[in-house]
């Protein structure tokens, strides 16, 4: 029997469970079960995944009489577009799925993504189950029901919010993440940290390295705080009219670098986020709004386990301040024009601001670029 905890985001007759803990993929089956509406699922994943988890996951699903097909999609960050989402939309037809099916996304937050928007517009909406095997999936993405794929205009343009029925974060598959997908995924727990909980990111300060190198009780700790706070925010805001828009901090520098390179790559998803984090202390900092020693902390912080703190991580590109600044005015959060940012007065203490000058922005991205 595995060892977990159970925290609720709570939705009305919308609320699910999140269970945290090891050797959920191993009794996937006995969890899904109570709140599948018959027992058949599609499982949604990629090949590298699969390769890790998949068999695990069918053994819990023959353990508990549920029936399942599998659909096996490409990896890495292009697969969130329009065409790999036809073609899962697609097969999943021709399986015949019904509205009492479900889809199970077992994956990081590509897949868990993808098949929660494909959940959203099949037969105007079935449910979908997250099994995230990712650290950034764990602590983020797949909560708060967000789904969404990526446009050549920006990430994550094109989507809904449609939530999950249950989430399971299995902490015993971080150990099978290569060390860069890892440190992308700790950029996002250390975003909790620096948006809304001052304590939390100073016991990141004492442990993230602990965290890195594999330590149990560290990853625990770091999903279950991650996942109570989102559970929080998305209880209380759950279609991020107000303080869910928080946990953007970091992604509006941090998109617009993934649109920048492509979405190939170049950068991951949390690296860019970390530039990201960085950028957004830095601007507060030049606009007199956070100490320096703040900045100077996250950008300290990140840099010792192992991130990139600036756009030097892929040498040869040439960067422009303009065209990064030109991505950010597509961001979901533009507002009447005007960008959106998220931007802290210290450490745990993020907010939004639409005041924000163009050129301060561009000079901030300048300086940037030239470091």
């Not at 819990?60 to 009489?65: F, K, Q, W, Y």
């Not at 015993?172 to 990111?201: C, H, I, N, Q, W």
């Not at 301040?321 to 203490?349: C, E, N, S, T, W």
Request: hydrophobic share 45%; glycine share 10%; aromatic share 6%.
């Amino acid at each position: 029997m595995s060892s977990h905890e159970r925290q609720r985001v709570a939705l009305g007759e919308r609320s699910y469970d999140i269970l945290v803990g090891d050797d959920l993929i191993a009794e996937a089956g006995r969890h899904m079960a109570p709140v599948l509406r018959r027992k058949r699922v599609f499982v949604i994943t990629d090949t590298t995944v699969a390769g890790l988890h998949l068999a695990a996951l069918e053994r819990a699903l023959d353990e508990a009489g549920i029936a399942y097909e599998t659909v096996v999609l490409p990896p890495g960050e292009r697969t969130k577009d329009f065409e790999q989402l036809e073609t899962l939309v697609e097969r999943l037809l021709e399986m015949r799925v019904e509205r009492d099916d479900a889809l199970v996304a077992l994956g990081g937050g590509v897949i868990g993504d993808l098949t929660g928007f494909a959940a959203a517009i099949l037969l105007r909406g079935v449910d979908f189950i997250q099994i995230p095997t990712t650290l950034l999936a764990q602590v983020d993405s797949a909560v708060g029901g967000k789904t969404g794929i990526n446009s050549k205009h920006g990430k994550n343009l094109i989507g809904c919010f449609h939530q999950p029925r249950l989430v399971l974060a299995d902490t015993d598959v971080l150990s099978t993440l290569p060390r860069r997908e890892l440190l992308a995924g700790y950029a996002e727990v250390v975003k909790y940290g620096l948006a809304y909980d001052p304590d939390f990111f100073t016991w990141l300060e004492g442990h993230g390295n602990s965290l890195i190198e594999g330590d149990r009780d560290a990853r625990r700790h770091a999903v279950l705080t991650g996942c109570a706070v989102k559970a929080a925010v998305v209880a209380e805001d759950e279609r991020e009219a107000g303080t869910r828009a928080l946990l953007n901090l970091g992604h509006t520098f941090g998109h617009a670098i993934e649109v920048e390179t492509g979405y190939g790559g170049e950068f991951l998803h949390g690296e860019a986020v970390a530039v990201g984090l960085v950028m957004a202390f830095d601007l507060s900092a030049r606009l007199g709004l956070c100490p320096a020693e703040d900045a100077a902390r996250v950008r300290r912080h990140l840099a010792a386990v192992g991130l990139s703190t600036g756009l030097d991580a892929t040498g040869g590109r040439v960067w422009s301040a303009p065209g990064l600044l030109a991505h950010m005015a597509r961001d979901k959060k533009v507002k009447d024009g005007r960008i959106v940012f998220v931007l802290a007065r210290g450490i745990g203490r993020a907010f939004l601001s639409d005041q924000v000058d163009p050129a301060d922005v561009e000079a901030l991205l300048t300086s940037a670029i030239a470091a």
